[in-house]
């Protein structure tokens, strides 16, 4: 197993793999791992 990495990313780019993974889910496709992943991010939590 892979070992886990924490990367930051901009809500944008998960919004964005979140609509290119629903695309793929909808034409029938199974969708890269890579966008999978970022689109099952969570946000930080905001200090405060």
Known sequence: ???KKT???SRQA???ARL???A???AGRKP???L???ATARPEPTPG
């Open 14 to 16: 998960v919004e964005l």
């Open 32 to 34: 890269e791992p890579g």
């Open 36 to 38: 999978a992943r970022i």
């Open 20 to 22: 290119h993974v629903e």
């Open 7 to 9: 990367v930051k990313v």
């Open 24 to 26: 793929a889910r909808k």
């Open 1 to 3: 197993m892979s070992e």
